[in-house]
């Protein structure tokens, strides 16, 4: 279930999550480089706003080239940019309700976050998970669905 603020995050193309007094304020921007100015003087945010500390965020989720930018009382903790590297579907068998076994299919996309180490898996059915590696991704895959094979592939970035 997506929080408001989750929701406004994926409407901005720069973000910064300040959480300051169990509150989380927030400054909108157009994108990176309107950031980038504000950093300056400018004050070209695109809006603001409070929000509470219990909202759960899933910074996984976040669509592709969307900075968000967490900061402790002012202080930069984290940063959250998504980058695809390749996307792929993957033909795997499930059994049905009368236990006949079916061919399924599913759409995933590998991700980078810039500035982290982490590997991000996201699919078609909104299931979104942080790997270590590829390896890890890949054992993942294998103890979900059994045997798999990809059957499309298309590399974004190398």
């Known amino acids: 279930m997506s929080t408001r603020l989750q929701e406004l995050l994926a409407d901005f193309g720069c973000s910064v999550l300040n959480y300051s007094n169990n509150k989380i304020i927030v400054d909108y921007f157009y994108s990176e480089s309107m950031y980038e100015k504000f950093l300056t003087g400018v004050n070209c945010r695109q809006g603001m706003g409070l929000h509470d500390t219990k909202e759960i965020l899933e910074f996984n989720k976040l669509d592709d080239g969307k900075l968000v930018i967490v900061q402790h009382d002012g202080i930069e903790t984290a ?56 390896s890890a991704m890949k054992k993942h895959l294998s103890e979900t669905f059994g045997t798999y094979k990809i059957t499309e592939w298309s590399v974004f970035f190398e």
């Open 79 to 134: 940063k959250y940019k998504y980058t695809t590297i390749f996307k792929a579907t993957m033909e795997y068998k499930e059994r049905n309700t009368d236990q006949k076994k079916a061919i399924k299919y599913l759409t995933f996309r590998v991700r980078k976050n810039e500035y982290g180490d982490e590997i991000n898996y996201i699919d078609t059915e909104g299931k979104s998970m942080d790997f270590k590696n590829i």
